[in-house]
């Protein structure tokens, strides 16, 4: 199976802030790469698709780059309602495996 | 518009079976790249990805599941129903169904709300 390794794991910001996830992959997977943002109580929302592609909807501010075995996830003005729980996803290879998730909280 | 909503029994005792229904509208699953995917989710940890059903009616598992997973359509194709044999209270979580297109580059686009289910020991 295909090994997701998010960092960091918890992270604390303030609003404004800019701030970077990254996700590596125990072997290239290419650009089959999303990310899902989730709050307490709800079903994941996909924001990023095929590493680097803005899901419809989803503020600017999100963006996603990387390819092979390192992804990451750069939100450029952290806002209010993005503190959440963000989840990378591989879809390159079956059983489509999850990162650990990482937590972004309030500073 | 597409929906899904999960449902079964939100309590199970241990070495039962238990059975969960997808109910979904919006979308064929007999059509060409459509999949209906289950993902379950323990009590403040990570997602895990559990089972995939294709519009060919194809269907892939999680390694550390497979022998105890099986995923199937009704006939309609309206309903996926989950089935996870052998129940521990380590597999108390809350259980995602939603839908994926094929090539899954595109990712999953549309989720039921969780169906919250507890193993008792």
């Known amino acids: 199976d295909i090994q997701l390794t998010q960092s960091p794991s918890f992270l604390s910001a303030s609003v404004g802030d800019r701030v970077t996830i990254t996700c590596r992959a125990s072997?290239?997977?290419?650009?089959?790469l999303v990310w899902y943002q989730q709050k307490p109580g709800q079903a994941p929302k996909l924001l990023i698709y095929?590493?680097?592609s803005l899901q419809s909807g989803v503020p600017s501010r999100f963006s996603g780059s990387g390819s092979g075995t390192e992804f990451t996830l750069t939100i450029s003005s952290l806002q209010p309602e993005d503190f959440a729980t963000y989840h990378c996803?591989?879809?390159?290879?079956?059983?489509?495996?999850f990162g650990q998730g990482t937590k972004l909280e309030i500073k | 518009q597409v929906t899904l909503r999960e449902s079964g029994p939100a309590l199970v005792n241990s070495t039962q079976t238990l059975t969960l229904t997808c109910s979904f509208s919006?979308?064929?699953?007999?059509?060409?790249?459509?999949?209906v995917t289950w993902v379950r989710q323990p009590p403040g940890k990570a997602l895990e990805w559990l089972a995939l059903?294709?519009?060919?009616?194809?269907?892939y598992y999680s390694t550390s599941l497979k022998t105890r997973l099986t995923v199937s359509r009704d006939t309609s194709k309206t309903q996926v129903v989950l089935t996870l044999t052998n129940v521990d209270p380590l597999d108390t979580a809350t259980y995602f169904c939603?839908?994926?297109?094929?090539?899954?580059?595109?990712?999953?686009?549309?989720w039921g709300p969780g169906t919250l289910v507890i193993v008792s020991s």
């Open positions: 939603a839908r994926i297109r094929h090539p899954g580059i595109r990712g999953i686009d549309s």
């Open positions: 919006g979308f064929s699953l007999s059509t060409y790249g459509m999949c």
């Open positions: 059903i294709d519009w060919d009616d194809d269907r």
């Open positions: 072997q290239g997977i290419a650009s089959y």
């Open positions: 095929g590493a680097s």
């Open positions: 996803q591989q879809l390159k290879t079956y059983p489509y495996t």
